[in-house]
């Protein structure tokens, strides 16, 4: 501001003493005003006007030396600005990063500084994609560029629109001025134009054009070259079947028939054929697009989309491998530690290995539970070792599914502990006779959950194993293993029997059963003395309880056939007739002769 005063002081003291001088000089005396030739003819304003002439002078010399001393105060201030902002970028020049300006993988420049609040990184990014797409303009003149500088910025311009701008700050990091910088700027970015006017180009059009049609030619080639050859193959296939064709079978079951087997060679077949004209398409597609600049970033995208899950794939697979390695070791380890406790449990179960208190019976379901307990520590081993097992879904389906499982399985998990328990409480083993409530059998099935019979009418009975552990068990053949089975069965003889002739009759009666034990000896008890008769019941061992219903058919039978020949009658069933002396109740064939009743 005080600059600005002084100046304007100054001009006007120059113009008042370049008039004054004037009029002193002037000769012709008509051109000059009145009252000026009537001071010029008064020596003492003549004087006057002479001091003030001086006085202006020296006010003039003053303003002269005050402006050279601001000039002189301006210029090194800027001067010392310039050399701080030049100390200032020296010093930041060590630390900063330049950021190029790229231009299809061509380094065109480098950009150090911000310009406003862009970036150097936007500010490259955004003249990389102008020189990009002024490049593919058909109609490009690229000596058309210019510069246009304002107060703030210099600017690389074509037509109307701006290529790139440069301030003072580029200058700076650049050790030149922004105007200098933008005219070497220019010229890199003319030589970048004129290449890639070169590369697309009417010329490079045409050529495109002919690569996309050699390319559809080609892939429509390959598209008819693949179907020809599932023709062929399917027309040998058919033929295969009456050559070297066979049916597959499993013992008498056919499983594959040679009809069969041409459908699924001939679906693998046009499974084939599809899949490798995908692989074609795949390939084929993303060169079409990327033949023409306006569709290149297309066939990248398209592209992307095939490769980049393919490659995450891979290299997932590829990060996996250590931790495929820990589960295969973990397996192992697992793996050969069952086969071992299944090596014990086979030794203990043929009695070959003997532990004092543990039964042969136990060693399989034993190995069983331990075996599922390793696994179950196996899998809860591997769980952290599996692909997405970190993740929020995988863990939420996991509870989901072990939810289902807990409250849809309660009767399953009481079924499998009733089995453990069963187990281990030894009641039955396979093959014994067992009475199960009302329901007899054998012992055919025993699993985690159900047991199964079979009853002497080759009837099938499930029975849960949760009912066993609530019921109570007979078991017949575990008796007649360790002591002997007691059978035994009821007949009735009136009171002219001596009991011990029927004590005789009826132990060897019992004693002629086959199945009957001899050691020990058959005993009849007297159970009853009814009003008309007296009660036995026989008594007598056997050994195997599958034949219990085939060895009391035959001691009935014995029964009735000593009962008959000793001509004793049964009073089973009873008779309420009255006896008058009429003729008993024996079998003919078993009756002796009149002879021999008088001989008694």
Do not use: C
């Amino acid at each position: 501001m005080l600059f600005t005063v002084l100046l304007a002081t100054f001009f006007h003291s120059s113009n008042a003493n370049a008039q004054f001088t004037d009029i002193v000089t002037t000769p012709n005396r008509d051109t000059v005003p009145q009252d000026t030739l009537v001071i010029a003819a008064d020596p003492a304003k003549m004087l006057e006007m002479q001091h003030a002439l001086e006085e202006a002078r020296i006010n003039e010399m003053n303003l002269r030396m005050e402006m050279e001393t601001l000039r002189t105060a301006t210029f090194v201030t800027d001067s010392l600005k310039k050399a701080q902002s030049k100390q200032r970028i020296d010093s930041l020049r060590r630390v900063t990063v330049a950021t190029p300006v790229v231009v299809e993988s061509d380094t065109l420049y480098y950009i150090y500084a911000k310009r406003g609040g862009v970036s150097p990184k936007a500010r490259a990014g955004s003249v990389a994609n102008m020189i990009l797409s002024l490049g593919k303009q058909f109609s490009l003149n690229p000596d058309s560029v210019y510069i246009e500088s304002t107060d703030i910025t210099t600017e690389l311009m074509y037509k109307d629109k701006v290529i790139a701008s440069f301030t003072d700050l580029d200058g700076l990091w650049e050790n030149t001025t922004r105007d200098e910088l933008a005219g070497e700027r220019r010229l890199v970015v003319v030589n970048k134009l004129y290449e890639l006017q070169k590369e697309y180009g009417i010329m490079q059009l045409l050529k495109r054009i002919f690569f996309f049609i050699l390319v559809i030619a080609l892939q429509g080639s390959l598209i008819w070259g693949t179907s020809w050859l599932y023709r062929r193959g399917k027309i040998r296939i058919m033929q295969l079947k009456d050559s070297r064709l066979k049916a597959i079978s499993i013992r008498d079951y056919e499983l594959f028939d040679t009809q069969k087997q041409v459908h699924i060679l001939t679906f693998f077949a046009n499974l084939a054929r599809y899949v490798f004209i995908f692989i074609q398409l795949m390939f084929s597609v993303p060169i079409l697009f990327s033949i023409f600049p306006q569709t290149e970033d297309l066939a990248y995208k398209i592209f992307s989309y095939i490769w980049n899950p393919v490659r995450e794939i891979a290299i997932d697979i590829i990060d996996y491998i250590p931790n495929l390695f820990t589960i295969i070791v973990i397996w192992l380890a697992i793996r050969y530690l069952v086969k071992g406790l299944g090596y014990l449990a086979n030794e203990i179960h043929s009695e070959r290995l003997k532990i004092t208190g543990f039964y042969p019976d136990w060693a399989h379901p034993t190995y069983q539970i331990i075996r599922f307990l390793l696994y179950a520590f196996m899998v809860a081993m591997i769980y952290p070792y599996l692909p997405g097992s970190k993740s929020g879904i995988f863990q939420g389906v996991s509870v989901f599914v072990g939810l289902i499982i807990s409250l849809g399985s309660s009767s399953v998990i009481g079924n499998i502990m009733a089995g453990m328990v069963i187990t281990y409480m030894r009641p039955f083993k396979i093959g014994d006779r067992i009475k199960l409530n009302d329901t007899v059998g054998n012992v055919t099935e025993k699993t985690p959950f159900v047991t199964r019979l079979k009853t002497p009418k080759n009837e099938i009975v499930t029975i849960p194993n949760s009912f066993i552990m609530s019921s109570h068990t007979v078991n017949y053949s575990a008796s007649a293993r360790n002591y002997g089975l007691i059978i035994h069965t009821e007949v009735s003889f009136g009171f002219e029997i001596h009991w011990k002739t029927v004590h005789e009759l009826l132990i060897n009666a019992a004693l002629k059963t086959p199945g009957v034990s001899r050691e020990p000896v058959p005993f009849v008890l007297e159970t009853l003395i009814h009003d008309f008769y007296v009660i036995y019941q026989i008594n007598a061992y056997i050994k195997d309880a599958d034949k219990l219903a085939q060895i009391y058919s035959d001691l009935h039978q014995n029964i009735q056939d000593s009962s008959n020949e000793a001509g004793i009658e049964l009073l089973s069933p009873h008779y309420y007739a009255a006896r008058d002396g009429d003729e008993i109740t024996i079998p003919k064939e078993y009756r002796k002769s009149e002879k021999e009743k008088s001989r008694r």
